[in-house]
T-cell receptor, first 110, second 116 residues
């Protein structure tokens, strides 16, 4: 089992749709969790951290389920500009070296 | 937030040549930097961890004699791809970790290497 698993997609959705991505991780001692966004031929950019209590930033909501070892990202009212690859990143406990999922591709069409 | 730069942003070279990529932390000191490689439609793969003043730690399967890493100062790490071949063509990204295990990473903009 890979350390961090994501459905690669692509998720093809119309503008205005709500879309959700899940990510599972295998290391139960993992300390911190992030969602990054990566555009084609660009470096990953932090979208949001994921907290146990869940957190929301505008149209984006991230949640963590430690018992089931997965994190999720919900995007409401999708925009064309949301088209990108979304990377799930997990920091193992006691280490600064994060583990990346392979990314989920989102395509928002008119 | 912290800024990490990379140079060059893209490079095209002939097979057999060596290419050096620089990664700089512009407004902070980084005792550790990470080097990643990303092939098209694939995830970031950690190649090595660069440590200031000591040898880099390479991930399994990464040839340390081919990918030379030098972390000469607290703001500069370099990756040299020696005797590059077409299969080394990839997107190379460096990053510097935050101040704690719960902090994010700061990525450089990446270097796209094409070996002809």
């Amino acid at each position: 089992r890979k350390e961090v698993e994501q459905d690669p997609g692509p998720f093809n959705v119309p503008e205005g749709a709500t879309v959700a991505f899940n990510c599972t991780y295998s290391n139960s001692a993992s300390q911190s969790f992030f969602w990054y966004r990566q555009d084609c031929r660009k470096e990953p950019k932090l979208l949001m951290s994921v907290y146990s209590s869940g957190n929301e930033d505008g149209r984006f909501t991230a949640q963590l389920n430690r018992a089931s070892q997965y994190i999720s990202l919900l995007i409401r009212d999708s925009k064309l500009s949301d088209s990108a690859t979304y990377l799930c990143v997990v920091n193992p406990g006691g280490s600064y070296i994060p583990t990346f999922g392979r990314g989920t591709s989102l395509i928002v069409h008119p | 937030g912290a800024v990490v730069s990379q140079h060059p942003s893209w490079v095209i070279c002939k097979s057999g040549t060596s290419v050096k990529i620089e990664c700089r932390s512009l407004d902070f000191q980084a005792t550790t930097m990470f080097w990643y490689r990303q092939f098209p439609k694939q995830s970031l793969m950690l190649m090595a961890t660069s440590n200031e003043g000591s040898k880099a730690t390479y991930e399994q399967g990464v040839e340390k004699d081919k990918f030379l890493i030098n972390h000469a100062s607290l703001t500069l790490s370099t990756l040299t791809v020696t005797s590059a071949h077409p299969e080394d063509s990839s997107f190379y990204i460096c990053s510097a970790p935050g101040t704690s295990a719960t902090d994010t990473q700061y990525f450089g903009p990446g270097t796209r290497l094409t070996v002809l």
